[in-house]
């Protein structure tokens, strides 16, 4: 006698497998903002430092910004500084470490996958940024600012910087150890800070390096938010050589990083 088994409409029943790729990586990127927004190093570097620049910056005399009023031209900086602790400093250390103790290893094993790991992690950086600007954009209002180009335009210039410091935020954390990556990871984020372009813009620097900065892509980053939040202009040239940087990036990484 064969024995059948019938379930009642509505009734419970298992159900095999697997969640689908979208889900296991919504899941993940979730799991990496969290994750983010709960460590207070990581706080204090994407949320609170930017805001601290931007009160203290728009007080700058205009002499050192080049501009009127102010807080037009530091609120792009800052914007463009966000992005930098985000998708460079923040996205190496956290990987960095993440690394050095297995975790990246292990992750790559499972369903979620190399590809997907590095698509929630990239996803969870544009996440994060959205709220920091959301929360920049906040304060820059209360400290008058209103802006009078394309957001359009600045979301192009973001998603360029993002992809451009992610990969070589990636590069730090795939090559150097997570002692190494932490101390060069902030090195460079207080010298781009400082001479970088990014809130202070390259033209105010003396001839004979304005050139030189303006090749990096911190100061096309700046450069290029503030000719769309300020003039409604299509950085070209700024977004080129955030793009350049990316290719740079990216070969890099697909031939030096190391997951162990």
């Known amino acids: 006698m064969t024995r059948t088994s019938t379930h009642a409409p509505g009734g419970l029943a298992p159900a095999p497998g697997a969640a689908s790729s979208a889900g296991i990586i919504a899941s993940q990127t979730a799991f990496e903002v969290k994750t983010a927004l709960r460590n207070g190093e990581q706080l204090l570097l994407t949320m609170i430092i930017p805001v601290i620049v931007l009160v203290a910056m728009s007080h700058a005399p205009q002499s050192i910004i080049g501009g009127s009023p102010v807080i037009s031209i530091v609120t792009p900086g800052v914007f463009a500084l966000a992005v930098i602790s985000t998708a460079f400093t923040g996205l190496a250390i956290a990987t960095a470490f993440e690394r050095r103790y297995g975790v990246l290893r292990f992750l790559g094993s499972t369903p979620l996958g190399r590809v997907g790991l590095l698509s929630s992690k990239t996803l969870s950086v544009l996440v994060i940024e959205a709220m920091q600007i959301i ?93 769309s939040l300020i003039h409604g202009v299509f950085p070209v040239a700024d977004v080129a050589i955030l793009a350049m940087w990316f290719v740079i990036g990216s070969f890099a990484v697909s031939r030096w990083f190391k997951w162990s």
């Open 135 to 227: 929360l920049l954009t906040i304060v820059a209002h209360g400290l008058g600012w209103q802006p009078t180009g394309s957001w359009l335009y600045a979301t192009v210039v973001i998603l360029a910087g993002t992809a451009a410091f992610a990969s070589l935020g990636l590069l730090l954390a795939g090559t150097l150890r997570a002692e190494g990556t932490l101390a060069v990871a902030n090195l460079i984020y207080l010298v781009l800070l400082g001479i970088g372009g990014v809130v202070i813009p390259a033209s105010r620097f003396p001839q004979g390096i304005s050139h030189v900065i303006s090749a990096l892509p911190s100061s096309a980053l700046g450069d290029g938010l503030r000719l």
